[in-house]
């Protein structure tokens, strides 16, 4: 079995705690999200050097290695938009589909130490 692509709407969660990693919004102050994202990429590299870090959990979800990915190219689009809010008068942003970049990156086949490098 495949992973599905997600369609979910993600905005939900800056309303209310997601039940799958426990992140919750409405608590995290503005002062707070530089620290959390560093935290957040520090701890990819424990992680990423497990043997088990190619293997997926379960079928239907990504294994570390493909959410580090994820999470790796999330951080570079959140700069990358961030750089054109600030440079920009009214941008406008693509969307981002995480399931066709997944496959067209080939997360699963990346290497876990570049990656974490990457994350830090």
């Known amino acids: 079995m495949a992973i599905e692509p997600d369609t979910k709407d993600w905005t ?12 919750d919004a409405p608590s995290v102050s ?17 992680i990423l050097a ?9 079928v239907d979800r990504w294994s570390p290695l493909e959410y580090a ?18 440079d920009e008068d009214d941008p406008t942003f693509a969307n981002w589909d995480q399931d066709e ?4 990156e080939r997360y699963s086949e990346q290497d876990a130490v570049t990656v974490g490098r990457d994350l830090v």
């Open 69 to 86: 990915c994820h999470v790796r190219d999330v951080f570079r689009l959140f700069d990358m938009r961030l750089h054109r809010m600030l």
């Open 30 to 46: 503005f002062d707070d999200v530089p620290g959390l994202i560093r935290d957040n990429a520090a701890a990819w590299p424990a």
């Open 50 to 58: 497990r043997p088990d870090s190619r293997d997926r959990p379960r």
């Open 12 to 23: 939900w969660v800056l309303e209310r705690r997601c039940p799958e990693c426990g992140f």
């Open 101 to 104: 970049t997944a496959v067209a």
